[in-house]
């Protein structure tokens, strides 16, 4: 089992800047690929970020590429999303997500996630 907890939501305007964090304990955390999706009221759970297990590979949302950086400490077990330059079309509950193989896309194929942080950007 891995445990994930958010943290480092909250309000913002648009334009501003937060960085979010996802706390992993469990198993050894630098086994896993992480992955960040948000999901707005209404709407399905989308793929914003992913890393790889060493960090050395990423990939994104072309919704959030160049505003957006998913990065990892595997010596803290946590991984982190900056966000810069936001938009009021941000606004969601953000959720990490962890899968042993691969770093994918699709949410079905994780298999921990967090509770998720509420991220809301105001224009």
């Known amino acids: 089992q891995v445990q994930l907890v958010e943290s480092g939501g909250g309000l913002v305007q648009a334009g501003g800047s937060l960085r979010l964090s996802c706390a992993a304990s469990g198993r050894t955390f630098s086994n896993y690929a992480m992955g960040w999706f948000r999901q707005a009221p209404g709407k399905e759970r989308e793929f914003v970020a992913a890393?790889?297990?060493?960090?050395?590979?990423?990939y994104y949302a072309d919704s959030v590429k160049v505003r957006f950086t998913i990065s990892r400490d595997n010596a803290k077990n946590t991984v982190y999303l900056q966000m810069n330059s936001l938009k009021p079309e941000d606004t969601a509950v953000y959720y990490c997500a962890a899968v042993l193989s691969g770093f994918p896309r699709l949410a079905d194929e994780y298999d921990y996630w967090g509770q998720g942080t509420q991220v809301t950007v105001s224009s």
């Open positions: 890393i790889s297990w060493s960090g050395g590979s990423t």
